[in-house]
């Protein structure tokens, strides 16, 4: 049976690093799912970067329309993040019928309920798991494993960054600033960490998990955020 034919729409760390599982376990992708997966399409910024990645048999584009619109590609991978042009080309995909992989958590919770009723509505799959805790997994966990319990209230710590800022704070007795400082050269932390220590991420995430919880729509409208950035190390400690 041929393989399953992907685009990816981004080819830097993370976009590469598919590739490379990709092939890396292509003989057990196939054998489990009875398909192998292939990239045979890619966009990036730059055509000529380096990369971590082999891209040989793999059609590189700087237009990221190019891969959604080609008629080989069968499943979109958006690897790029953001709120745009990611909501065009996903909402393009899935008008084109075809099946849409994302982690990005931002485009679910903000446009999600667009997302997934454009989906519907031409029959295909929008797969998410990456886009809250993918290495428990807790989406399909809940969705499905789940399914037949009534869940009343989510806790949790969903945020790394934050995670290991209060940690140190906690542990050690450190300022804020510094832990911050240290997270950013440590690459846990953005060089504009706002998402992060405002509560932003958490309430993308949070917004995801409530809505399938409790099977209502994304509402990050109503999520309320409190960051960490007045927190001292007497409070934590």
């Not at 069968?74 to 982690?103: D, N, Q, S």
């Not at 804020?176 to 846990?188: M, N, P, T």
């Amino acid at each position: 049976m041929n393989p399953v034919k992907v685009g990816l729409l981004g080819l830097g760390t993370v976009g590469g690093g598919t590739v490379n599982v990709l092939r890396r376990n292509q003989d057990e992708i196939s054998r489990r799912a009875g398909r192998g997966i292939e990239v045979v399409a890619a966009s990036a910024r730059r055509i000529d970067a380096p990369r971590i990645c082999d891209t040989t048999g793999i059609r590189l584009t700087t237009d990221p329309f190019t891969v959604v619109n080609d008629p080989e590609v069968e499943v979109i991978c958006e690897l790029m993040g953001g709120v745009e042009p990611a909501r065009e080309l996903v909402l393009r995909a899935i008008e084109l019928g075809k099946h849409v992989v994302t982690a990005n958590k931002m485009l679910i919770a903000l446009h999600g309920n667009e997302i997934f009723r454009a989906a519907q509505d031409k029959g295909v799959m929008v797969a998410f798991e990456a886009a809250v805790a993918g290495g428990i997994p807790i989406i399909k966990a809940i969705r499905e494993g789940l399914a037949g319990n009534r869940i009343e209230w989510l806790a949790g710590i969903i945020n790394g960054t934050g995670n290991f800022i209060l940690t140190e704070m906690r542990d050690k007795g450190r300022d804020f600033d510094d832990v911050l400082a240290e997270a950013q050269r440590l690459g846990y932390a953005e060089a504009d960490p706002t998402f992060d220590v405002e509560g932003i991420d958490a309430a993308h995430k949070l917004t995801i998990l409530a809505s399938i919880a409790f099977g209502i729509p994304l509402q990050f409208d109503k999520a309320v955020t409190e960051g960490i950035t007045r927190i001292t190390r007497d409070d934590v400690g």
